[in-house]
Nanobody, 117 residues
Framework: QVQLVESGGGLVQAGGSLRLSCAAS????????MGWYRQAPGKQRDFVAT???????TYTDSVKGRFTISRDNARNTVYLQMDSLKPEDTAVYYC???????????WGQGTQVTVSS
């Protein structure tokens, strides 16, 4: 089992920035794809960004050019740099590991990001 712990969420004004971190522990040797999802109240949990061990990234259209995902393989940590934040980015952000086109193996507990206008 892989445990994922997010940090870095908080309250920020529109146009501001936050950097989320996700530290993975446990049996992480087989994890190729890690990433971030988000869920606003009353809405489904949606894909935000993914990154492979080799550094290939994928983003949902709404965050392209504003968010940057990265990872430190030696520390088993994935990051999400969020710039030019908008109120519609407000959600609980979840770190995920073992991502494929059809499933996610492990989830973090989530960290709240609130963007005020």
């Amino acid at each position: 089992q892989v445990q994922l712990v997010e940090s870095g969420g908080g309250l920020v004004q529109a146009g501001g920035s936050l950097r989320l971190s996700c530290a993975a522990s446990g049996s992480s040797f087989a994890i190729n794809v890690m990433g971030w999802y988000r869920q606003a109240p009353g809405k489904q949990r949606d894909f935000v960004a993914t990154i492979t061990r080799s550094g290939t990234t994928t983003y949902t259209d709404s965050v392209k050019g504003r968010f940057t995902i990265s990872r430190d393989n030696a520390r088993n940590t994935v990051y999400l740099q969020m710039d030019s934040l908008k109120p519609e980015d407000t959600a609980v952000y979840y770190c995920a590991s073992g991502i494929t086109s059809i499933r996610v193996i492990s989830w973090g507990q989530g960290t709240q990001v609130t963007v005020s206008s």
